[in-house]
């Protein structure tokens, strides 16, 4: 059963605009070959970790939400760990994919 996820990566890049779309098109296609469906992208711009994490100060926060199977996640999560532009990142599954494609039922007012 796929879910939805965000994904939260903390990206070391440089200040180049041109950089940080070619890395984030890197990464979806990365999840997209491993069977996510990637649904959108939250930039979140650069902010500073509260304390030094691999002798960085800050990093280029993203979000990232798609659809996934859970077996899939441990595959992206090795493959993102083996690339040096990813300081950190987080999973956080939100649901099941085909319990938000199915209508509400509406409540009914007792009389």
Do not use: C, D
């Not at 779309?21 to 990464?27: N, S, V």
């Not at 979140?44 to 939400?65: C, D, G, I």
């Amino acid at each position: 059963m796929k879910h939805y996820y965000e994904i939260l990566l903390a990206l070391k890049v440089g200040g180049q605009e041109e950089e940080i779309k070619a890395l984030l098109e890197r990464l979806e296609k990365l999840m997209v070959a491993e069977g996510a469906a990637v649904e959108e992208i939250q930039r979140m711009e650069r902010k500073e970790f509260s304390y030094p994490h691999n002798h960085l100060k800050a990093a280029y926060y993203v979000n990232v939400v798609a659809v996934l199977e859970p077996a899939i996640v441990e595959k992206i999560r090795q493959k993102l760990t083996l690339l040096e532009e990813v300081t950190l990142q987080n999973y956080y599954r939100k649901g099941s994919a085909e319990a938000a494609a199915k209508p509400k039922a509406k409540k009914r007012k007792k009389q």
